[in-house]
């Protein structure tokens, strides 16, 4: 059983920089990041093979945020610079466990999700 727990969220001011871990129990390949705000549909932001050879992120975070992974410790890190109010939403770790050489963008392909750690950004 794949267990993910999401840290690192918390309240800033627009432009500032935040970094989201999340660290896995079981085995884990493709892990990502999504976000949910309020009265909104969870979207994909970023996401990373197990090889680290795939790597996709949403056009909205591209050169902005910088997703990466510790295949020995088994977590995935999420570097998040020049925030914006917009990128306030909690943000969710997901993983799969069963081996694809790519890694993917649509919340059904990760059967494993963390409950999400809260990221505001003020004005």
């Known amino acids: 059983q794949v267990q993910l727990v999401e840290s690192g969220g918390g309240a800033v001011q627009a432009g500032a920089a935040l970094r989201l871990s999340c660290a896995a129990s079981g085995r884990t390949y493709s892990m990502s990041w999504f976000r949910q705000a309020p009265g909104k549909a969870r979207e994909f932001v970023a996401a990373i093979s197990w090889a680290a050879d795939d790597i996709r992120y949403a056009d909205d975070v591209r050169g902005r945020f910088t997703i990466s992974r510790d295949v020995a410790k088994n977590t995935t890190t999420l570097e998040m610079n020049s925030l914006k109010p917009e990128d306030t939403a909690v943000y969710l770790c997901?993983?799969?466990?069963?081996?694809?050489?790519?890694?993917?963008?649509?919340?059904?392909?990760?059967?494993?999700w963390g409950r999400g750690t809260q990221v505001t950004v003020s004005s």
């Open positions: 997901a993983a799969d466990s069963t081996y694809y050489s790519a890694t993917f963008t649509y919340p059904s392909a990760y059967p494993h």
